[in-house]
Antibody, heavy 123, light 107 residues
């Protein structure tokens, strides 16, 4: 059974870079067709998809963050990562990683989620 | 971006009630619509994919319908563990977007 676990600093200074890693266990990040996503949730708010990466390294980013976000994958470690630069207080949120899996008609759904990690932006 | 809206934003219901949540997309998304349940302090949980497909292990009291722009999540008989916030999400086009959520509370 695939499980995901986020890791990284819970506190980032303004203007610096937020770096998080998601470790995949119980399965391979090389799963055909699966996209590995990052989603965030501001306190008391809804969900925002940040982007995803395929095991090959192919990425799609949310245009709202495209200039600040970078995702990468390390298949040897079964991990994928998020970097968000020039952070501000508006980036304070719970960050989740998730697996986007294709279902019928190649409709993707995020069926496995990490527990989430809280990121605070403060000097 | 495709905008997703949900109604109502919140509702109060009793155990045993039938509950219906509506999700609307700003353009046609075919059946590329998922429903998630989220409880406080927890990650979202995928209930339904491709508009109507119940995920393995999800109780049969949950069902989804719709295509194009209008979708519905129905809970046929609300149980105590169903009190949560429900989100729809489209995977038709990038960026994937979520609805604002519907909070189901105890009456």
């Amino acid at each position: 059974q695939v499980q995901l676990q986020e890791s990284g600093p819970g506190l980032v200074k303004p203007s610096q870079t937020l770096s998080l890693t998601c470790t995949v266990s119980g399965g391979s990040i090389n799963s055909d067709g699966s996209y590995w996503s990052w989603i965030r949730q501001h306190p008391g708010k809804g969900l925002e998809w940040l982007g995803h990466i395929y095991y090959s390294g192919s990425t799609h980013y949310n245009p709202s963050l495209r200039s600040r976000v970078t995702m990468s994958v390390d298949t040897s470690k079964n991990q994928f990562s998020l970097k968000l630069n020039s952070v501000t207080a508006a980036d304070m949120a719970v960050y989740y990683c998730a697996r986007g899996r294709p279902f019928v008609y190649s409709s993707y759904g995020m069926d496995v989620w990490g527990q989430g990690t809280t990121v605070t932006v403060s000097s | 971006d495709i905008q997703m809206t949900q109604s109502p934003s919140s509702l109060s219901a009793s155990v045993g009630d039938r509950v219906t949540i509506t999700c609307r997309a700003s353009q046609s998304i075919s059946i590329y619509l998922n429903w998630y349940q989220q409880k406080p302090g927890k990650a979202p949980y995928l209930l339904i994919s491709a508009a109507t497909n119940l995920q393995s292990g999800v109780p049969s009291r949950f069902s989804g319908s719709g295509s194009g722009t209008d979708f519905t999540l129905t809970i046929s008989s609300l149980q105590p563990e169903d009190f949560a916030t429900y989100y729809c999400q489209q995977s038709f086009s990038i960026p994937w977007t979520f609805g604002p959520g519907t909070k189901v509370e105890i009456k």
